[in-house]
């Protein structure tokens, strides 16, 4: 592995892996492999391009032309893709919105989080932020900016790796030393900046030290410049089931001062939105 430090690339987001009850999912009955197919083909428009025609599609897919053809028109007569009548290219619809929308004023988590976020940012003029953990990833559900916000290509539905964010390593933390070899085993651990630390010894050495301080934090490690604090939010087990953290631009940043307030705020910040811990 390469010590030579990377510039963070667009993660592309996966196809979902199916979770059941078999080793193989695909190898039951009750799998569609149409469903995964059509799927494949709307996670092909990952942002890198706005518009896709049917070959690369195919290159993308590793379907051929014929199911690249009917996947495409089926998708777009049901509205999720829109078909340019010059280029005679595709490209995602706003329908695809329809999913995020009703995710967020469904998930019982981002209704709770979302006034203790909005607190939490007006109380620190920085930005705040609900994430949960997807596979080996972070996934952003909810992003409070302020005007000094540092990166504004952050959005809702952006995904990062767990392991060298301060949300990802807050959530880890929560979860047993299985599963955390699990993850890391399953993740493309590079280093993205100078200061990412991708060794997974050293991964979980600093997953100890945040269980005993009860946050993460993290400099530089994906984005250059940017500074993030973070504390798990868990359920009733203690289980993290997402994270709050705070990301600051280095050119406002006084370690002095900084981390110790920002550490408190976003501890009692996910202490106040999680789950008492009791069993029902």
Not at 4 to 23: F, L, N, T, Y
Not at 65 to 88: C, H, I, N
Not at 238 to 245: P, S, T, Y
Request: with cysteine; glycine share 4%; charged share 25%.
């Amino acid at each position: 592995m390469s010590d030579e430090p990377k510039v963070p690339s667009k993660r592309k987001s996966p196809v979902a892996k199916p979770r059941g009850d078999v080793a193989e999912p695909g190898a039951s009955s009750l799998y569609v492999q149409s469903v995964e197919k059509a799927m494949k083909v709307l996670t092909a428009f990952d942002g890198s391009k706005r518009q896709l025609s049917l070959s690369e599609i195919s290159a993308l897919t590793g379907f051929d032309m014929s199911a690249t053809q009917r996947f495409a028109y089926t998708l777009s007569a049901l509205g999720y893709l829109l078909k340019d009548p010059d280029s005679r290219k595709y490209e995602l619809s706003p329908r695809l919105l329809d999913f995020t929308y009703h995710y967020l004023t469904s998930n019982e988590l981002v209704s709770r989080a979302t006034p203790y976020l909005q607190q939490l940012g007006s109380e620190t003029e920085e930005a705040t932020n609900l994430t949960v953990l997807d596979d080996t990833d972070i996934v952003f559900v909810l992003r409070i900016v302020s005007r000094n916000v540092f990166n504004a290509h952050v959005i809702t539905g952006s995904r990062l790796p767990a392991y060298c964010t301060a949300p990802g390593l807050a959530i880890l933390a929560t979860l047993s030393d299985g599963e955390i070899d699990d993850i890391l085993s399953r993740t493309n651990l590079v280093p993205y900046t100078a200061s990412t630390v991708y060794q997974p010894r050293k991964i979980k050495e600093r997953i100890v030290q945040i269980r005993k301080q009860g946050y993460a934090h993290t400099e530089d490690e994906y984005f250059v410049s940017d500074i993030s604090t973070a504390a798990a939010i868990t359920n009733a087990h203690g289980r993290g089931i997402g994270a709050v953290n705070i990301a600051v631009a280095r050119s406002r940043w006084q370690a002095d001062r900084d981390e110790k307030r920002f550490a408190d705020l976003v501890i009692s910040t996910a202490s106040a939105i999680s789950t008492r811990r009791r069993i029902e």
